[in-house]
C-alpha cells in the first residue's frame, strides 16, 4: 500500500465523488492494476471512515463545515498482492500503530 500527503482546495457545494478522486489521480498516477482508497479523519468519531461514493463525500464534507478544512488519506493498493485493511480507527496502542505505519508506508510521486 502507497499513501500521498497534498494540500487541495474544493468546493464543498459542486463536487462530486468521481470530479474530487480524478484530479488526484491523475496527479499521482497509480501503479498497474493498482486501486484507489479515500478515507478522511473524523475528530469527533475519532475514525477513518472510507469514502466510495457522492454520499459519502458530502457527509465528510458535511462534518467538516465548521472547520472548512478535512485530513484525507489517499492510499493506493494492489488486490494481487496485498489484502487491502483500511484503517477504521486511530491507532490507540503501540501495537496498532506498529501495524498502521507498515501498512501505510509512503511512496513518492516519482515512482
Do not use: G
Amino acid at each position: 500500500m502507497s499513501c500521498y500527503s497534498f494540500t487541495k482546495v474544493v468546493d464543498a457545494d459542486t463536487t462530486i465523488f468521481n470530479d474530487f478522486v480524478e484530479p488526484i489521480v491523475d496527479e499521482f498516477p497509480p501503479r498497474y492494476k493498482e486501486m484507489v482508497v479515500v478515507q478522511y479523519v473524523d475528530e469527533f468519531l475519532k475514525a477513518l471512515p472510507e469514502v466510495k461514493t457522492d454520499h459519502d463525500l458530502q457527509l465528510m464534507f458535511d462534518k467538516c463545515a465548521k472547520t472548512k478544512m478535512v485530513r484525507i488519506t489517499i492510499a493506493y493498493y494492489n488486490p494481487d498482492e496485498e489484502d487491502l485493511e483500511p484503517v477504521l480507527e486511530w491507532p490507540s496502542s503501540p501495537v496498532q500503530m506498529k501495524k498502521m505505519s507498515r501498512m501505510k508506508k509512503m511512496r513518492s510521486p516519482t515512482t
